[in-house]
Every structure is written in structure tokens, then in C-alpha cells.
């Protein structure tokens, strides 16, 4: 079992910074996906980035292209969100999420394990 922790969430102003933190604990070995989801009221859960726990390599849909890096490091069992140029249609929960097999890594089903998660609220 893999536990993960979501923090940095907050309130922001349209255009500024924020960085989400998920630290994972317990079983981390062999991970293959983590990902970053959201979810606003009202709305379906959404695919924000993803990460290749080996490679690296990271994905992201055209809504967050450009304003969002995923990152992660090994030694901490931490993935982090950076989220610049932020708008108020970034207002959500947002998710960690991760899993040891493989499947389409946009996709929040492919997910078994989920942290709690932490808001984003950003201002006009």
C-alpha cells in the first residue's frame, strides 16, 4: 500500500504562484504513474500532469501547457506540482494520484491510490 499526502494548497491571485507538494509513503518502489488531477464543484474529476516515476517523462493537456510544471524527486518520495500564471477557472481540489500498473496515465481510473487532496482557490 502506498499512502500519499497532498499540501501547498491556497488562495492566489489571477496571474501568481502556487506549488502543490505530494509526498508518498509506504510501498513507492516499482511506481509507474503519478498524476495531478482536479476537481471543481460540480465537475468531472480532470487530468491536470503526469509523470513516469523512472524516466521523468511528463504529460500535460493543452489547459494547463505551458503554466504548470510536474516534477519529482526520488530521494523525498515527493512529486510537486509548479502552477504559474494561474486563473480563476484553476479553482479546484486538487489530487495526487498514483499507480503500479500501467493504462492510459490522463485517465483517473487508471489510478488506484489517491491523497486526500487540497484546494486551490484562485481570486480575479
Known amino acids: 500500500q502506498v499512502q500519499l499526502v497532498e499540501s501547498g494548497g491556497g488562495l492566489v491571485q489571477a496571474g501568481g504562484s502556487l506549488r502543490l507538494s505530494c509526498a508518498a509513503s509506504g510501498r513507492t518502489f516499482g511506481a509507474t504513474y503519478m498524476g495531478w488531477f482536479r476537481q471543481a464543484p460540480g465537475l468531472e474529476r480532470e487530468f491536470v500532469a503526469a509523470?513516469?516515476?523512472?524516466?521523468?517523462?511528463?504529460y500535460y493537456p493543452d489547459t494547463v501547457k505551458g503554466r504548470f510544471t510536474i516534477s519529482r524527486d526520488n530521494a523525498k518520495n515527493t512529486v510537486y506540482l509548479q502552477m504559474n500564471s494561474l486563473k480563476p477557472e484553476d479553482t479546484a481540489v486538487y489530487y495526487c494520484?498514483?499507480?503500479?500498473?500501467?493504462?492510459?496515465?490522463?485517465?483517473?481510473?487508471?489510478?488506484?491510490?489517491w491523497g486526500q487532496g487540497t484546494q486551490v482557490t484562485v481570486s480575479s
Open positions: 494520484a498514483t499507480t503500479y500498473y500501467g493504462g492510459k496515465y490522463y485517465q483517473s481510473g487508471t489510478y488506484p491510490y
Open positions: 509523470i513516469t516515476w523512472g524516466l521523468g517523462r511528463t
